[in-house]
């Protein structure tokens, strides 16, 4: 992109642990418009698009560019967010292992009472200092205002539901793969299921996550589900924020950061501003 050996910093909106996915990750990065004007070369697009087909050409199997676009003024990736959205998929015992699903899908033998790990996330919610649960940046606080935190089953269900996508299937099928016409009742198909069907999920909305904060809250709520630690050693963990091995993260490849919400482009430089501030617990 640059004819000189100019080093151009990326901003993140939320730094994950090694393993963790991002399925909307939001990132900015200043570059000078004479850089962007030399992206595009011999294509016929604007210096924006441009930069986007060489930079989507440029990244591995694993790395997707969904989107570019000149960010508005005051816009900075990491402290303009408002909140910021994971989740943590588990397999547990109650559902048939999938191996298709090992680099994004926690597994266990052991079957967890989504009960009481809802109890358990139901304390997390609020403006809380989860220091038993995460290490704080240099300068800063574990401090966290938990917006969401619930555990559901996702339900098992076919890969198409049934309606207009089932009842074309059926409408092509019923003339027969050699064309005679052949009738199949509907009750004979077999009825594909969606990837994700039986397993757990922990979604969590935060303004935002310490290191290691929802792996380690992940861990100690399969603690309760599993019935090694029960509610009030949660309670407990969330009083004293006192870091322990006890509360340590659970494996990183379940979780993925699923969506970074913004303000208006009016309160973006304001919002930055206030996130920067070094927080504090107001007195009880």
């Known amino acids: 992109m640059s004819e000189d050996s100019t080093v151009y910093r990326l901003t993140v909106a939320g730094r994950t642990d090694a393993g963790v996915h991002a399925s909307h990750q939001v990132c900015h990065l200043d570059v000078p418009d004479d850089a962007l004007a030399r992206c595009v070369g011999h294509m016929r697009l ?31 990736a990491r402290f303009s967010a408002l909140e910021r959205t994971y989740v943590y998929r588990v397999c547990d015992a109650r559902t048939p292992w999938d191996p298709r699903l090992k680099d994004f899908v926690w597994r266990t033998d052991r079957e967890l009472d989504v009960a009481r790990m809802n109890e358990a996330a139901a304390l997390t919610l609020g403006l ?10 240099p300068g ?19 890969l198409f539901a049934e309606g207009a996508d089932a009842a074309t ?57 599993i019935g090694k630690r029960d509610i009030d050693w949660f309670a407990r963990k969330m009083s004293v924020p006192l870091r322990e091995g006890s509360t340590g993260p659970i494996a990183p490849q379940g979780l993925t950061l699923e969506h970074i919400a913004y303000p208006a482009d009016d309160e973006l430089a304001a919002r930055a501003e206030r996130i920067r501030a070094r927080r504090t617990l107001p007195e009880a």
């Not at 986007?52 to 005051?74: E, F, K, N, Q, W």
């Not at 966290?144 to 076919?158: E, F, G, I, L, N």
């Not at 935060?206 to 929802?214: Q, S, Y």
């Open 46 to 76: 604007g210096p924006v698009s441009a930069f986007a087909t060489r930079l989507s050409r440029m990244m591995p199997d694993d790395i997707a560019i969904h989107d570019v676009s000149v960010a508005p003024d005051g816009f900075d």
């Open 128 to 137: 809380h200092d989860f220091g038993s649960f995460a290490i704080a940046n």
């Open 140 to 158: 800063g606080t574990t401090i966290r205002d938990v917006k969401r935190a619930h555990w559901r089953r996702v339900p098992t269900r076919p």
């Open 169 to 225: 299937a059926r409408a092509a099928a019923a003339e027969g793969a050699d064309g005679s016409g052949a009738d199949v009742a509907a009750g004979e198909w077999y009825a594909t299921p969606a990837v994700e069907s039986g397993l757990l999920c922990f979604t969590i909305v935060a303004d935002a996550f310490a290191r290691n904060m929802v792996r380690s809250l992940v861990g100690a709520c399969v603690q309760v589900g």
